[in-house]
């Protein structure tokens, strides 16, 4: 094999988001694309000689072909080893386990999450640190300069890699691990959850449908949940990961995920309904007649955690994304622990992770995870919440009544405004950010706006800083409104606003979350001026 020094030129716009860098798959596809955000990744963390490296990403469409790149790249700039998922498969949260596990110098997860996959959709590439988590701050900075001044890339020029089956081979002179993606995941899930309890579940008549949404999970979720655990076979439905996610959107929403809903509605249903996206970070949970929200989800995560081994001996603290309901600060009131508000992002987490900080971390966008990992973990989700029923013996529909009963209930709901020109929604930002000294005492839809302000973050452990965050306006009575950018997507922008108000009546807790908040969504396109700047009605997603 030879050795090629490839000359090229930087390529504007690689700028990794919150979570890496995503781009239309056909963009990475495009000479030098993919080879100059890699070669820029091991520019910005100080090279990547004689280091170990996790790789592996979600099966989308493209993901094959980059892992051979990578490691083609990898071992012309002298990486000792790289451990790379079997068919260069890895979960996310599986990745970063393999990331702690064996010590290794990071690792590259190729993913675009919960966005769509094809030639024409969504590809990602994303560095997770030593410690298993997205890359800091610091670091994404660090591989954006280095790819604005890139002139050349090393690359070897091979055949490709057999990634087919675990075992050991080498290219050039640097090790190829080929591992299962499954086991390792699995082991680290019996140590966390009472699996002899939740077979006992199963084997009672307990009745689940799980939809992989043909992305990476299905092939964990078959392994833990129906081999390991006893659900019956075809308790997990489109199990075969596709590189167009069987022409789905893999998304676990009520929107992407409606063949679920309505089973999990109908009269016909499953005790308990779960569906994880593309990259398994994800999860939406569903009882029998009811959906759980990402933040109820959390809350009662947090409220319920010591029933799993894993937590018997109580929570450190609890962190959770601003936009994300406060329905888990009133749980860490109660219990005596800390709340910690960070920006949307992952990464946020870690330090306060890796600190003993905090031990159960989520967001409003359908992540959660703990400090077994250093990402958001969409199927230890979904068995925290079987050993939880395991354990309590009630319903989801009775866990969620017991819950809002205990702590009072958050009606919140998160709208999306998906692909609007990124100009107006700039405009429509910049405008409210240039109000919100004038907002606290001003009447809007009936509610009194008590305080509005960007949210920034000192960030406790180390003392950096966040700031640009999000803007936030708060109303009497404990309603919020939070408006943001996001910086997921491929095309145009998303502006996202999150609406919450608090309910402390029993007799209320029933009502239609968006019935609940209809004079808040009032107040929220009154403060912005949603309508008139984006010229749109209604949001493209409510959750």
């Known amino acids: 094999m030879e050795r090629l020094t490839i000359e090229t030129r930087p390529i504007e716009g690689q700028k990794p988001g919150t979570s ?32 170990t490296f996790v790789l592996g990403g979600d099966g ?17 700039a002298g990486a000792q080893r790289v451990i790379v998922g079997r068919d260069a498969l890895l979960s996310t949260p599986a990745a ?16 675009a999450s919960h966005n769509p996959g094809g030639p024409d959709e969504d590809f990602g590439v994303k560095f997770n640190t030593p410690n298993g988590g997205p890359a800091p701050e610091e670091v994404t900075n660090r591989i954006f300069e280095a790819s604005k001044r890139i002139e050349t890339y090393t690359i070897v020029e091979t055949t490709d890699v057999d990634l087919s089956a675990p075992g050991m081979t080498t290219l050039g002179g640097m090790e190829i691990e080929v591992v299962d993606p499954v086991e390792d995941y699995a082991a680290l899930m019996e140590t966390l959850f009472d699996f002899d309890k939740i077979r006992g579940l199963f084997a009672g008549g307990f009745t689940m449908r799980y939809d992989a949404m043909h992305a990476v999970t299905g092939p964990y979720a078959a392994e833990i949940l129906e081999t390991r655990l006893g659900a019956p076979e075809g308790t997990v439905v489109n199990a075969e990961p596709k590189p167009d996610f069987g022409g789905g959107h893999p998304d676990p929403n009520p929107i992407w995920a409606k063949d679920l809903l309505d ?35 959390l809350a009662v995560l947090a409220a319920n955690a010591h029933l799993a081994p894993g937590y018997s001996g109580g929570l450190k603290g609890v962190a959770r994304s601003m936009p994300t309901s406060r329905a888990v600060d009133r749980v860490a009131e109660k219990l005596g622990i800390d709340c910690y508000e960070t920006p949307t992002g992952w990464k946020f987490f870690g330090n306060l992770l890796d600190a003993g900080r905090a031990t159960l971390c989520g967001e409003e966008s359908a992540g959660t995870g703990s400090d077994h990992v250093r990402e958001k973990d969409g199927l230890w989700a979904v068995l925290l919440w079987l050993n939880i029923l395991a354990e309590s013996g009630q319903s989801v ?41 004038e907002l606290p005492g ?90 008139t700047y984006t010229g749109r009605d209604v949001p493209d997603v409510r959750t």
């Open 20 to 51: 890496g860098l995503r781009k239309k798959t056909r963009t990475f596809m495009e000479p030098h694309y993919l080879e100059n955000f890699v070669a820029a990744i091991f520019q910005g963390i100080g090279g990547a000689k004689d280091k």
């Open 442 to 531: 001003q009447s809007v839809a009936g509610r009194t706006v008590e305080s509005a302000d960007e949210f920034s973050y000192r960030d406790p452990v180390d003392g950096s800083t966040a700031s640009g965050q999000g803007l936030r306006v708060n109303l009497k009575g404990g309603g919020r409104i939070v408006y943001r950018l996001s910086g997921t997507g491929t095309v145009g922008a998303t502006l996202r606003v999150y609406i919450e108000d608090e309910g402390a009546d029993p007799s209320t807790f029933d009502m239609d979350t968006q019935e609940a908040l209809a004079d808040m969504i009032a107040a929220a396109d009154e403060i912005a001026g949603i309508k």
């Open 397 to 437: 529909a009775e866990v969620m009544h017991a819950h809002w009963t205990a702590f009072g209930r958050n009606f919140y709901s998160r709208h999306d405004y998906e692909a609007v020109d990124a100009d107006a929604a700039t405009r429509m930002m910049d405008a409210l950010r240039d109000r919100l000294d």
């Open 263 to 297: 089973l999990i509605m109908s009269g016909s249903a499953p005790d308990f309904g779960a569906a994880s996206d593309g990259d398994g970070d994800r999860n939406m949970i569903l009882g029998r007649g009811v959906y759980v929200t990402p933040s109820d989800s």
């Open 60 to 76: 989308r469409y493209f993901n094959d072909r980059a892992a051979q790149v990578i490691l083609r790249m990898a071992a012309a």
């Open 96 to 111: 970063s386990n393999l990331i702690r596990t064996r010590k290794t110098d990071g690792g590259i997860i190729l993913s």
